[in-house]
């Protein structure tokens, strides 16, 4: 390879190599990327010396070295982690074992797959720059393999026109080939490994960890005004059963329309849901009927037809103000009161205290109310553990914890109490993007509340983490920590300017999530409608592709003609010194090149013999061998002019 390719597509497939492979150092083995790291340096050291070339053996010895590493690191050899782990080391060897110019074109086919193998992971604007310019010096290589002289500005400009000429071809397929819904990647070991969020189940801890993370769970777009922070409350995963220490979903009944007349005020918006790999899904309570493909639970969750495993959009009414359950069922409402048969005696006591004089349901939920506002209880991120009786460790002894610790002890005392209660797990917040107007929701606004049923109401939503830290619905979760408890970054103060640019990111991002990976099977459909082709299937697009690409292909073709002809100065000088020639009599043949042209010229000229013979040399040394510099067409171009024929 290096006596063919010389330094320059060297050094060119080393920035190949470096642009493809370091994209991946978050999420391949720490290990991996070091091993990828000294096998790309060990390359460029080599480049610099004549002919230096490591031993096949060796490196037969470091890719089974390699392999066994990434077999013992994943388990397996199958799947998406260990098979993009082993391209990028593939790739790095062999660029060690390149010894000629095919070499080099299997080098690059490699960086190709591996970029692909960015988007397995994620499909951000930034890893479709990453790609780009991956792909822009793998082209580059194979335009320094065939021309080595050229400067590396030129190989960048020719490159670049390149895939500026592939991107309408690329946008054709976009829009026209068959849309297939679903994640990129799908082997089921390790598809959705990644994917993270609330659960349903609920512990404590479980939430607190969610807290620290800026990553957005939903984005939602609102018709109208938004709802006033005190309505955000975005419910996810009702939890009926408990064991003594974690909270679980009851399996709730379907329908195909919510178990409740929708009436009130209603907020109409539009939400994007990011991938979670469960069936259940985001909306401010209660939400109105008509949802296509989605199931209504009896605990009023919205569920989808199969796990979220991509990125959903859907538009959703809500109405806050709905009254739900007041007509509940006997078994859901003992769901709803059935405790485990030992632990926490100090909150069995309490609720006894509350059901002092037979009290209405009513009242016994205001005495725990003012239990709980004059408890003197702090929120933090980071409580005590409890270990054993976590609910009275939590009333009594610490009093200090998340919304998972007050919802789930509040909850717990309902019940002791005799009146029906259960967790809702969801967010509650969110946050206006002054860029685009979204309103978005993040991991930090993961939140635990309760629901209680009373025989006139129904049930109601009550939130005992606002009666001890109201500022965590009216400013968000960092106004009502105390000092020193942790936060994500852009929470802390002195970021501004910081979170301008997330705000500005995260807009951009929106819209390629909309416009781009939103660009489902329906939106296709419904674009080919507006196009005036109905119905359009398989057949039909590969009817319109074939004949948007031929169409594409004549314009590049007649483009690349013209610009050739009209253009290139080196041709024009070139046309001008026959256009010469032709007055006299001697016009050049359409199969004549320029050596045997010159020697017919000589024989009819021999006083301009010396000459004519040096115009055909260079013109055939800068257009088929070295393209040289501008100055050098200028040269030719002056003597050209200069040329008395005689």
Aim: net charge positive; aromatic share 10%; glycine share 8%.
């Amino acid at each position: 390879m290096r006596a063919e390719a010389h330094g320059t597509a060297e050094r060119w497939l080393l920035a190949t190599g470096l642009l493809t492979v370091m994209p991946h150092a978050l999420h391949l083995p720490a290990w991996l990327i070091a091993a990828c790291a000294v096998l790309l340096a060990t390359y460029g050291w080599l480049g610099r010396q004549p002919h230096a070339q490591p031993p096949r053996v060796l490196l037969l010895l470091v890719a089974a070295g390699i392999a066994a590493g990434i077999r013992l690191h994943y388990e397996h050899l199958f799947g998406k982690d260990p098979g993009v782990a082993l391209l990028a080391a593939l790739l790095c060897l062999k660029l060690l074992e390149g010894r000629g110019a095919r070499d080099v074109r299997v080098a690059v086919l490699l960086a190709f797959f591996l970029q692909l193998g960015l988007f397995f992971y994620n499909q951000t604007p930034a890893v479709a720059a990453l790609a780009l310019a991956g792909t822009l010096a793998a082209t580059a290589t194979l335009l320094a393999l065939h021309r080595p002289r050229a400067p590396v500005r030129e190989h960048l400009r020719t490159a670049a026109l390149l895939l500026a000429q592939a991107a309408p071809f690329m946008l054709v397929l976009f829009v026209l080939f068959p849309r297939v819904q679903g994640p990129l990647w799908g082997l089921p070991a390790d598809a959705h490994s990644a994917v993270s969020g609330l659960t349903d189940t609920m512990s404590p801890g479980s939430i607190s960890e969610l807290s620290l993370s800026d990553d957005i769970a939903f984005r939602a777009e609102f018709a109208g005004p938004p709802p006033p922070p005190a309505q955000r409350y975005w419910r996810g995963p009702v939890l009926t059963e408990f064991d003594g220490r974690t909270w679980h979903l009851l399996r709730p009944t379907f329908d195909t329309a919510p178990a409740y007349r929708p009436d009130g005020p209603v907020y109409e918006y539009r939400l994007t849901l990011e991938p979670h790999n469960r069936r259940w899904l985001l909306a401010l309570d209660y939400a109105d009927a008509g949802l296509g493909g989605v199931r209504y639970a009896s605990d009023f969750q919205l569920f989808a037809e199969r796990p979220v495993r991509s990125r959903a959009r859907f538009t959703v009414r809500s109405r806050p103000q709905a009254a739900v359950g007041l007509a509940e069922s006997e078994a859901v409402l003992a769901a709803a009161t059935r405790l485990p048969a030992q632990g926490n005696p100090r909150t069995h006591a309490l609720a006894g205290e509350l059901a002092t004089g037979n009290p209405s349901p009513q009242q016994v939920l205001q005495r725990a109310l003012d239990h709980f506002r004059g408890g003197a209880y702090t929120y933090t991120l980071s409580p005590p553990l409890l270990e054993t009786d976590p609910i009275d460790g939590f009333l009594f002894d610490t009093r200090e914890g998340f919304c998972e610790h007050f919802a789930g002890s509040f909850v717990f005392l309902m019940r002791a109490a005799g009146v029906p209660a259960r967790v809702v797990t969801g967010y509650q917040g969110g946050e206006i993007n002054p860029v685009d107007g979204a309103m978005v929701v993040r991991q930090s606004n993961a939140h635990a509340w309760a629901e209680v049923w009373l025989p006139s109401e129904g049930w109601r939503r009550i939130d005992p983490t606002a009666e001890a830290a109201p500022m965590r619905i009216e400013s968000g979760l960092s106004a009502s920590l105390r000092e020193g408890d942790p936060r994500p970054l852009l929470m802390r103060s002195g970021f501004s300017w910081l979170r301008q640019f997330r705000h500005r990111w995260e807009a951009l991002a929106n819209d390629w999530n909309q416009w781009v990976l939103g660009y489902n099977p329906d939106r296709q459909r419904d674009l080919l409608e507006r196009l005036g082709f109905a119905d359009a299937d398989w057949r039909m697009l590969t009817m319109l592709m074939s004949a948007a690409a031929s169409v594409l292909a004549a314009a590049l073709f007649g483009w690349a003609f013209i610009r050739r002809r009209h253009a290139d100065p080196l041709d024009r000088a070139w046309q001008t010194f026959c256009a010469k020639t032709a007055r006299r009599g001697l016009a050049r043949q359409p199969w004549e090149g320029p050596a045997d042209f010159a020697r017919r010229l000589a024989a009819a000229f021999p006083a301009q013999a010396a000459e004519l013979g040096r115009i055909a040399h260079d013109y055939a040394q800068l257009r088929y061998r070295s393209p040289g510099t501008p100055a050098d067409v200028r040269a030719l171009s002056q003597r050209i002019r200069r040329l008395t024929l005689s």
